[in-house]
C-alpha cells in the first residue's frame, strides 16, 4: 500500500533510545523512512542506533534534552545545516513521577509538566516552523490513557497528557491550513521500562491485566502500525485527533 510508505521521508523521534520511541523509530524505518533518534544518554543513544542500523535502518541520532529550549533550537539549526528538513515528528520523550499530591514538591511537578507537556510545544514549534514553509508535515504527540482518566499519585503527568491532548487540537488548529497535520496517540499499559516496578507489581499486573478487554499489557511494537498510519499519506485530512491503543481499556468500566 503506497499510502502508507514512508521511503525518502525523514522523522525525528523523541526519547528513542529505549522503549515506546525505540518501538517508533523501527516502526517508522521498517516503512522506509531514514529516522533520528534521540535521547540524553548518549551511550544508550548510539547503542541503539547500532542495533537499528544492523537491521538495516537508516539512522542518526541527535542527542539533547527536550526540555532545553536553546538546546533543541540548535538541534534544528544544525539539522538545517546538515540538509536534513525533518518531515515527521514524534513527541514521545517523557518521565513519570508517582507521588501523592500532598506531598508533591513543586520541583518535581515543574519537571514533569517540562518534559512530558512543554518539550512537545517547544520541539513542535520548531518543526512545524519548518513544514508550514514546505507545506507538508506530520507531528504525533505521544498521550496517554491520563490524557481522560485521572489516577492517585501522577497528578502532574495526568494534567500533562490532559494538556498534550489540548496542544494537539492546538497544533492541529494553527497549522492544518499549511498542510501540516498534528494527531496523537495515548497508549494503554505498555511494557517498557517506565513500568518496570508496576510489572513487577503482581497486584497492579493483576489489576491491569483484569481492566484491560485484552487482558494484557501492550507490547511497543503494538504501537507501530497507528503511528505509520498517523506518519503517512493515509490520514493526510485526518487532524487534532489522539487514538488510544490500549487493549480496549478506557472504553470500559
Ligand atoms: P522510557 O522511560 O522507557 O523511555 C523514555 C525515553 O525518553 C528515553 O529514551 C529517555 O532517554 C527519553 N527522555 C526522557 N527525558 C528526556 C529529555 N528531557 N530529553 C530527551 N529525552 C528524554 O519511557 P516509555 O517508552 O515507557 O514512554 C515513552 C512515552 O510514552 C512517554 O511520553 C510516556 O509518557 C508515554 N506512555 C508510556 C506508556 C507506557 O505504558 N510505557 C503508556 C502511555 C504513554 P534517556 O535514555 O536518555 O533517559
Redesign the pocket.
Known amino acids: 500500500m503506497t499510502m502508507f510508505d514512508l521511503d525518502g521521508k525523514t522523522a525525528l523521534v ?9 518501538a517508533f523509530a523501527e516502526g517508522l524505518a521498517l516503512a522506509g523512512a531514514r529516522v533520528v533518534l ?4 548518549t551511550k ?2 548510539e547503542q541503539a542506533a547500532g542495533e537499528l542500523r544492523a537491521a538495516g535502518h537508516d539512522v542518526l541520532t541527535a ?6 529550549e536553546a538546546a533543541v533550537v540548535a538541534a534544528f539549526e544544525r539539522f538545517d545545516g546538515e540538509g536534513i528538513a525533518i518531515d515527521i515528528l514524534v ?6 513521577f508517582r507521588r501523592p499530591m500532598l506531598d508533591l514538591q513543586l520541583a518535581d511537578w515543574q519537571r514533569v509538566i ?3 507537556l512543554t ?1 512537545a510545544f517547544i520541539c513542535g514549534r520548531e518543526a512545524a516552523r519548518r513544514m508550514v514553509v514546505r507545506k507538508s508535515g506530520k507531528v504525533i504527540n ?5 490524557s481522560e482518566l485521572a489516577r492517585a499519585t501522577v497528578a502532574p ?1 495526568t494534567v500533562a ?1 490532559g494538556g498534550i491532548k489540548m496542544l494537539t487540537k492546538a497544533m492541529a488548529a494553527e497549522w492544518a491550513a499549511d498542510n501540516v497535520q498534528a494527531n496523537a496517540i ?10 518496570e516496578a508496576l510489572i513487577a507489581d503482581e497486584g497492579f499486573d493483576a489489576w491491569v491485566k483484569s481492566r484491560t478487554p485484552a487482558r494484557r ?2 507490547r ?1 511494537e503494538e504501537l507501530q502500525g497507528t503511528l505509520v498510519y498517523l506518519a503517512s499519506q493515509a490520514s493526510d485530512y485526518v487532524n487534532g485527533q489522539i487514538i488510544y491503543a490500549d487493549g480496549g481499556m478506557i472504553s470500559v468500566l
Open positions: 523523541t526519547g528513542s533510545s529505549r522503549g515506546l520511541g525505540r534521540n535521547g540524553m544518554d544508550r543513544l542527542a539533547f534534552d527536550v526540555t532545553d513527541n514521545n520523550a517523557g518521565i513519570q517540562d518534559t512530558n518539550a505521544i498521550g496517554s490513557l491520563t503527568y497528557k495515548g497508549p494503554g499499559y505498555m511494557l517498557t521500562d517506565m513500568n499489557w501492550g511497543p
